[in-house]
């Protein structure tokens, strides 16, 4: 056994080096290196340094609080590899279970075989990323030549990273720090005061939009009717065939159809605002909370502590699947309640219904794999939108909107018997 109780001395600084199984220090001599070995029952522990210039180094079972760990062929079979400030140029680094806390990792040809890998400032340069177990807290990843996982993971990286998702932590931890109420709660008003305050109006001018498109339908097949009178007798007197007709036809529809959309300020796209809000809104806020339920947020604890009844932890996923059960039922009924709104429904309607009530379905297992406060939310959500829909078929409100359309004035009464003669018969 070789006891390397003393220190090494190379041309860089005094290295103090203790329990180190199989390591080869390059000099800035001409000597090819130097070898230390000890045999593997002899154990190896800690190895503290603050520059390391190593051209193998394995069988470690831990190495920390280094500051530059560099020029590296490979690094392999470490335990724990953390506090090291640059990880550099090292060609292979594999066999880690855990590799936390390093400012920067750059320059490696191939890492694989991490158990976890956290707390990483920057990523970069990295030839081959395969079998990590975790990658987590890595606050950039970019330059993975091979694996395409790292291109998804810098995708996915950069969108939480984005100010749109800082922006709603920032109004998720003002609610909760200004109401003073338990995180479940808070997150609960917020989803409240943003459906309430942003979408309840879209849906609203939606539904504007929608009655006098609606209200034009009439209109337009009276002009389509007397244009197509007109477009035959010109094809009489210009000899037009009937494929030159039917484009004659649908060109002027087009024209006056629009015409009349600019007339009265109905254009159909105005009815796609609210999708083009709601939708960032949601992907804004569920990345906000996966972001606070990180284990290295600063308010982790705080979420840990914030739930209720079955979801005490609110960073932990929901294993008793209630939220997730819950989210899907909700969905399903408002896919359902939407169903109902169409007497004949066209073959794309059909296929399109059919396609969100499989996305319903699979949003269980989803609401099962994140943390709790965001299947909360997307409960939530999906509950106030729900309750939205029903305040918006009010007659009441279909006068103040004055909707051209014409509606029941009975709506939830006619709902519950179109359920009912649907599903209950």
């Known amino acids: 056994m070789l006891s390397v109780a003393g220190s090494l001395r190379t041309s860089v600084l005094q290295l103090p080096v203790r329990g180190v199984c199989s390591a080869t220090f390059n000099r800035k001599s001409s000597a090819p290196g130097h070898t230390c070995t000890a045999p593997p029952s002899a154990g190896c522990p800690a190895v503290c340094c603050h520059m390391l210039p190593v051209r193998t180094l394995s069988a470690v079972r831990g190495l920390s609080n280094v500051g530059t760990l560099s020029g590296a062929g490979t690094l392999s079979g470490v335990g724990t590899l953390s506090g090291v400030g640059t990880l550099s140029g090292v060609g292979t680094l594999s066999g880690v279970r855990r590799l936390s806390g390093v400012g920067r990792l750059s320059g490696v040809g191939r890492l694989s075989g991490v158990g976890r890998l956290s707390g990483v400032g920057r990523l970069s340069g990295v030839g081959r990323l395969s079998g990590v177990g975790t990658l987590s807290g890595v606050r950039r990843l970019s330059g993975g030549g091979h694996d395409d996982s790292a291109g998804a993971a810098g995708w996915y990286s950069s969108l939480s990273d984005s100010a749109p998702v800082h922006l709603s932590e920032h109004f998720l931890v003002s609610v909760q720090q200004m109401s003073g109420l338990p995180w479940w709660l808070s997150i609960v008003v917020a989803t409240l005061s943003v459906r309430t305050l942003i979408t309840l109006p879209l849906a609203a001018y939606q539904m504007v939009i929608i009655s006098k498109v609606e209200a034009l339908q009439a209109e337009i097949s009276e002009l389509a009717k007397r244009l197509r009178y007109e477009v035959s007798v010109?094809?009489?007197?210009?000899?037009?065939?009937?494929?030159?007709?039917?484009?004659?036809?649908?060109?002027?529809?087009?024209?006056?159809?629009?015409?009349?959309?600019?007339?009265?300020?109905?254009?159909?796209?105005?009815?796609?605002?609210?999708?083009?809000?709601?939708?960032?809104?949601?992907?804004?806020?569920?990345?906000?909370?996966?972001?606070?339920?990180?284990?290295?947020?600063?308010?982790?604890?705080?979420?840990?502590?914030?739930?209720?009844?079955?979801?005490?932890?609110?960073?932990?996923?929901?294993?008793?699947?209630?939220?997730?059960?819950?989210?899907?039922?909700?969905?399903?009924?408002?896919?359902?309640?939407?169903?109902?709104?169409?007497?004949?429904?066209?073959?794309?309607?059909?296929?399109?219904?059919?396609f969100i009530r499989a996305f319903s379905v699979l949003m269980i297992p989803i609401a099962a794999t994140v943390p709790s406060s965001m299947a909360l939310y997307w409960f939530t959500s999906s509950l106030v939108g729900f309750s939205h829909n029903l305040f918006l078929r009010s007659p009441t409100i279909h006068k103040i909107l004055k909707l051209r359309s014409h509606r029941s004035d009975s709506p939830y009464r006619d709902l519950l018997s179109a359920f009912i003669t649907k599903y209950c018969r």
């Open 234 to 354: 010109r094809a009489r007197e210009r000899g037009w065939t009937e494929k030159e007709c039917r484009f004659q036809f649908k060109k002027n529809l087009r024209r006056i159809v629009s015409q009349l959309y600019v007339r009265d300020n109905c254009h159909p796209f105005k009815a796609s605002v609210l999708v083009w809000v709601q939708l960032p809104l949601w992907i804004s806020f569920s990345l906000a909370l996966r972001n606070l339920s990180l284990d290295q947020s600063a308010l982790h604890s705080d979420l840990a502590a914030g739930g209720a009844l079955w979801f005490s932890d609110l960073t932990s996923p929901d294993s008793t699947w209630i939220l997730p059960v819950c989210l899907g039922l909700i969905n399903l009924l408002i896919v359902e309640v939407f169903s109902l709104q169409r007497v004949n429904p066209s073959r794309l309607q059909k296929t399109v219904t059919n």
